[in-house]
């Protein structure tokens, strides 16, 4: 399932590429920080309550956010806030916590959320989101930035705007390459 997953968001989320001065190739990174997903996903399986019926780890991308949600509250009497202090780590699925820990999927007993934050901020994003809903628990990545669309009250000149209105009809199946070839190339605009 850890490996469904991680296979689900590499192919899902956006790549960021950046240039940096005295470099000749673009530096390509994910979204949201590969490890700190994974700990996510890991932290998800450890804890759900598998004794629920019809529960489920599930994994959703929107535009704006990454959530892992798992079945089944948070255990052992804690809140999303105690779970960024010290607390008594207790995984509520011992023999999968265990697996993972012999893996090397797990570290240490306790630091996951705390990996989770080093890395998520260390890549520019706000520390990650613990909601427990219903009898769900949900951990919500934001990126550190969003796009500015057409329409937003944002001071856009008219190629932007073209730009960003085509990019829109991309998530509507017209090929990227399509997209492109519908561009004017004046370079004054930009």
Not at 36 to 65: K, Q
Not at 89 to 110: D, H, K, M
Not at 134 to 161: H, M
Request: hydrophobic share 40%; charged share 25%.
């Amino acid at each position: 399932m850890l490996t469904s997953a991680e296979r689900f968001l590499r192919d899902a989320l956006h790549i960021a590429g950046r240039f940096e001065s005295g470099r000749m190739t673009r530096i390509d990174e994910p979204l949201y920080p590969p490890l700190a997903t994974r700990e996510a996903i890991a932290n998800s399986l450890c804890h759900r309550d598998y004794a629920m019926g019809g529960g489920s780890v599930g994994i959703a991308v929107y535009d704006d956010r990454l959530e892992v949600t798992s079945t089944g509250p948070l255990h052992f009497g804690l809140t999303p806030d105690d779970l960024f202090g010290p607390h008594e780590s207790r995984p509520w699925n011992p023999l999968i916590a265990r697996t993972f820990y012999r893996l090397g999927v797990i570290g240490e007993w306790g630091r996951g959320k705390f990996k989770m934050v080093d890395l998520a901020t260390a890549a520019g994003l706000s520390r990650p989101e613990i909601e427990e809903r219903g009898n769900c628990v949900t951990v919500r990545f934001r990126p550190a930035y969003s796009v500015a669309f057409a329409g937003s009250g944002n001071d856009l000149i008219e190629r932007q705007k073209a730009i960003l209105a085509l990019l829109a009809r991309s998530k509507e199946g017209l090929p990227l390459c399509e997209i492109l070839a519908r561009m004017p190339l004046h370079t004054s605009d930009c």
